[in-house]
C-alpha cells in the first residue's frame, strides 16, 4: 500500500509537537516506512539493470493518446565528465584517460534505449538507439503544436562524417512515430533527418504560435562549375497540417559569423 501525507492528513499538530513525537517514536526503536515512490511523489520507473534515466518529458492523453513519460536511458556510468573520454575510445577504440579505457575493457557500454513509462513506471514501448550515447529533447510545447521530440545519437567516423544524426518523431495513439515532412517542391513525404559535423548543424529557433521551426544547413563540395563549394539551407516548419520543407541551394564556403548562418538565409 503506498501513503501520502496528501491522502492521508494528519490531525493538525503544531511542529514543535510533531517533532517531540517523532522523536519519541525514534527512540523507542520504531521508524517511519521509506517511501516507495520517486522523487516528487511520481511512482517508481521501470528502469533496467546498469542504466540510469538521463531526462523525461510527461505524456498526455489528450495530447499523446496516452499518460505517462517519454524517457531517454543510458548506462549508468556516462556522465557528463566521461563522455568525451568513453565516446572517444567507444568509436576509435583510444583514449588518453586510462581509468575509462579500464571501465570499458572490463565491460561494454550498454545500448541507450527510448522508452515510454506509464503512470505507474511501468515500460509500455522501448527503442534500442544502436549506440550508447543520445540526448533526447523537446522541439515543440505549445498548446497549439503537437509535442514533437528529437533523438540525437553521437556517430562514429572520421573527418567531415564525425558527428550526430537526429530524427524528429512524435508521440501517436501512445507510440513513438517517427516524424515525414512534405518536400514543398515535389509534395512528397521525406524523412526529417538532421545531420551534425565538421559540414554540416541545425538548430530548433522557437517560432510564435506553432511550437518551433527548425533550421538545417549542408556544406557541400560543387564539382559542377569548379566554384569548390556549395550551401544548402533547409527550413522545417509545423503547423496543422504537419512539418513542411523548404530548399535554397545557394554558393559559398560555409564559414558564417557564430558558425551557423542567419535565419534569413533559410527559405
Known sequence: MTYSIENHPPAPLSRRRLLRLMLAGSAAGLSCPSRPWAKDDEPPHDIPAGYKLE???????????????LALLVDQRITALSRPAMEEYYFFGYTEDTEVAKTMDAQ????????????????????????????????ALTSSAPHEFVIETSQG?????????????TIEQGAIRYSTAIDDETNAPEDMVLQRSPG???????????????????????ETDGT????????????????HKR??????????????????AFP
Not at 58 to 65: D, E
Not at 206 to 213: E, F, L, V
Not at 228 to 240: P, Q
Open 55 to 69: 531526462i523525461r518529458h510527461p505524456l498526455k492523453t489528450r495530447t499523446h493518446g496516452r499518460s505517462g513519460h
Open 108 to 139: 561494454a557500454l550498454a545500448e541507450a534505449q527510448m522508452v515510454i513509462h506509464d503512470d505507474d513506471g511501468k515500460t509500455v514501448e522501448t527503442i534500442f538507439l544502436g549506440t550508447p550515447f543520445a540526448r533526447l529533447r523537446a522541439v
Open 157 to 169: 567516423g572520421f573527418g567531415q562524417f564525425t558527428g550526430t544524426y537526429g530524427r524528429v518523431f
Open 200 to 222: 554540416t548543424d541545425w538548430r530548433i529557433i522557437p517560432a510564435s504560435g506553432r511550437g518551433s521551426d527548425i533550421y538545417q544547413v549542408i556544406c557541400r563540395s560543387d
Open 228 to 243: 569548390g563549394f556549395g550551401e544548402v539551407y533547409v527550413s522545417y516548419r509545423l503547423d496543422k497540417t504537419g512539418w
Open 247 to 264: 530548399r535554397r541551394m545557394g554558393q559559398g564556403f560555409c564559414t558564417w559569423t557564430d558558425g551557423f548562418p542567419v535565419l534569413r
